[in-house]
């Protein structure tokens, strides 16, 4: 599936739908054996909650990954790529594909479906379809530098969601996530910001 240009529209759709039949002071439990992180796994006394901003970021969060593991894979396809920038997209690739898996189970656990991709929304830092193909067309050392722009700007609204989420979420692994990502991608930031001012 190409998640390229994954989602808002539909995104924001299913969440509406959703939210719908959700008051914002209704909360949710969830069977404490949810799957989730390393970690994130609740007493079994305490059934886990959730709330309208929990599914928000969940459902935002995921194409929002999807396309950052996107952007990597067009990155490590090419030649040429400065060998920091490589490491970089690795590294991008091996945290957020588990961390899509993670939050889809979730949905499922929550009884919601996973958001379905639709062409040419943007979100939340994401790239356009005209800033995906400048991606894809690049040159192996341009596409260095590019890819940094691009991942900085895209980390940025990964931060802003998880500061969304850790000021009115609830779900306690969905915190947890929520901070793993906004001291992840925020460090992230600072090394590629380094990289891309010697390029």
């Given at each position: 599936?190409?998640?390229?240009?994954?989602?808002?529209?539909?995104?924001?759709?299913?969440?509406?739908?959703?939210?719908?039949?959700?008051?914002?002071?209704?909360?949710?439990?969830?069977?404490?054996?949810?799957?989730?992180?390393?970690?994130?796994d609740?007493?079994?006394?305490?059934?886990?909650q959730?709330?309208?901003?929990?599914?928000?970021?969940?459902?935002?969060?995921?194409?929002?990954?999807?396309?950052?593991?996107?952007?990597?894979?067009?990155?490590?396809?090419?030649?040429?790529?400065?060998?920091?920038?490589?490491?970089?997209?690795?590294?991008?690739?091996?945290?957020?594909?588990?961390?899509?898996?993670?939050?889809?189970?979730?949905?499922?656990?929550?009884?919601?479906?996973?958001?379905?991709?639709?062409?040419?929304?943007?979100?939340?830092?994401?790239?356009?379809?005209?800033?995906?193909?400048?991606?894809?067309?690049?040159?192996?050392?341009?596409?260095?530098?590019?890819?940094?722009?691009?991942?900085i700007?895209?980390?940025?609204?990964?931060?802003?969601?998880?500061?969304?989420?850790?000021?009115?979420?609830?779900?306690?692994?969905?915190?947890?996530?929520?901070?793993?990502?906004?001291?992840a991608?925020?460090?992230?930031?600072?090394?590629?910001?380094?990289?891309?001012?010697?390029?």
């Open positions: 599936m190409n998640f390229r240009t994954a989602a808002l529209a539909a995104s924001a759709l299913t969440i509406a739908l959703v939210l719908a039949g959700c008051s914002a002071t209704t909360t949710t439990t969830m069977p404490s054996d949810m799957p989730g992180m390393p970690g994130m609740s007493p079994s006394n305490a059934a886990p959730f709330n309208d901003s929990d599914i928000a970021f969940v459902m935002q969060m995921i194409p929002h990954h999807q396309q950052a593991v996107e952007m990597a894979d067009i990155l490590l396809d090419k030649t040429d790529v400065d060998s920091r920038v490589v490491e970089l997209a690795t590294q991008v690739k091996a945290a957020q594909g588990p961390e899509i898996t993670t939050m889809t189970s979730w949905l499922e656990t929550w009884g919601l479906a996973a958001p379905e991709p639709m062409e040419g929304m943007v979100m939340n830092g994401m790239m356009s379809p005209d800033e995906m193909d400048a991606l894809t067309n690049a040159s192996g050392p341009d596409s260095s530098k590019l890819f940094l722009q691009q991942m700007q895209h980390h940025q609204g990964a931060i802003d969601m998880a500061n969304e989420e850790l000021s009115a979420g609830m779900n306690a692994p969905a915190l947890t996530l929520a901070k793993a990502i906004l001291d991608q925020t460090a992230e930031i600072a090394t590629m910001q380094s990289i891309l001012d010697t390029l």
